[in-house]
């Protein structure tokens, strides 16, 4: 059974940092390309970042280039998303999620999701 737990997740003031971690087990995690994805109640999932399982090439949603930032370590199976300057817009329900192939950046390529964590950024 694969699960994907996320943690990290709090409430924090604007201009602050986080550090989402999501620990994945029943999947080979080094086949598969990591993404983060955040959603807020009444939106679609948003894609934030990605991390491709074989070269370390990574993904970034434009309008959070320079604050987000990706990494994954294999032999921990976890992939974390370290956020910086937080803003009240970040306010979200973080996802991390595992794909075997496709686009990246579309929430349609992943197999498995995790619960979410709760990001919530006060003015």
């Known amino acids: 059974q694969v699960q994907l737990v996320e943690s990290g997740g709090g409430l924090v003031q604007a201009g602050g940092s986080l550090r989402l971690s999501c620990v994945a087990s029943g999947l080979t995690f080094s086949r598969y390309n990591m993404g983060w994805f955040r959603q807020v109640p009444g939106k679609e999932r948003e894609f934030v970042s990605s991390?491709?399982?074989?070269?370390?090439?990574?993904n970034y949603a434009d309008s959070l280039k320079g604050r987000f930032a990706i990494s994954r370590d294999n032999a921990k199976n976890t992939v974390y998303l370290q956020i910086n300057n937080l803003r009240a817009e970040d306010t979200a329900v973080y996802y991390c999620?595992?794909?075997?192939?496709?686009?990246?950046?579309?929430?349609?390529?992943?197999?498995?999701w995790g619960q979410g964590t709760q990001v919530t950024v006060s003015s």
């Open positions: 999620a595992a794909a075997i192939e496709g686009p990246p950046v579309m929430a349609r390529s992943y197999d498995y």
């Open positions: 991390f491709a399982r074989n070269g370390g090439h990574t």
